[in-house]
């Protein structure tokens, strides 16, 4: 008989950083990267929105793999559908980490959290089951996760402003998706800005200046 056991294990983990966290610090932006990326050049998108006062982090999902045959190539991965429920609690334990380790106590600023792709569900469900002082929640080119839609989180919901994202050219999301989105959304009464610009699946700069 084939039996199925768990235990929780310690992991190494990255994530890069723009700038200095100082008493100068009035904007820190924690974004997270869509599947098959890596944060050290998915963070290079934003070094046009960082300056003095603005720090930019990027967390790296925590399972990598080979993208190519040819082993030439490496990208990581938020989630899959196997064991989902500990990959999400396994995030959640790992961008907690990362946001106690910055040390915030004491320093008056704007926390700004933006999900791309598949790192949208990832920062969704982070911020969510989360109390900490939030300016905005970004969402770029992604969905919202239904579980992050009950009852229970709907006091939450109210504690910062919601932003979506999607490319017109998006290959993966048609405009048949975006209403059926848009309809979930609304449905929960979530009050959230909505962006529609001239792009693919990708972080646009020009957009994104246009966020601050």
Wanted: net charge neutral; glycine share 6%.
């Amino acid at each position: 008989m084939i039996q199925k056991f768990k235990i929780q294990t310690t992991k190494s983990a990255r994530y890069f950083q723009i700038g200095e966290i100082n008493i100068k610090t009035k904007n820190i932006w924690i974004v997270l990267h869509g599947y098959g990326m890596l944060p050290e050049y998915f963070i290079k998108k934003f070094q046009c929105i960082s300056n003095k006062e603005t720090v930019i982090i990027a967390p790296e999902a925590l399972n990598k793999f080979y993208l190519k045959d040819n082993y030439s190539r490496v990208g990581s991965s938020w989630m899959t559908k196997v064991e989902s429920l500990d990959d999400i609690q396994d995030n959640i334990n790992f961008l907690n980490s990362i946001y106690n380790a910055l040390k915030l106590d004491g320093l008056n600023f704007k926390l700004n959290v933006l999900g791309f792709s598949q790192g949208g569900p990832t920062a969704t469900r982070w911020v969510i089951n989360n109390k900490f002082n939030l300016n905005s929640l970004i969402l770029w080119g992604c969905n919202l996760p239904e579980d992050c839609l009950t009852k229970i989180y709907e006091s939450r919901w109210s504690d910062f402003s919601l932003r979506f994202l999607i490319g017109k050219n998006d290959e993966y999301i048609d405009e048949e998706k975006i209403l059926n989105e848009r309809k979930k959304l609304d449905n929960y009464g979530l009050d959230y800005d909505f962006y529609l610009f001239d792009g693919g699946h990708n972080i646009e700069e020009s957009i994104l200046k246009k966020l601050i």
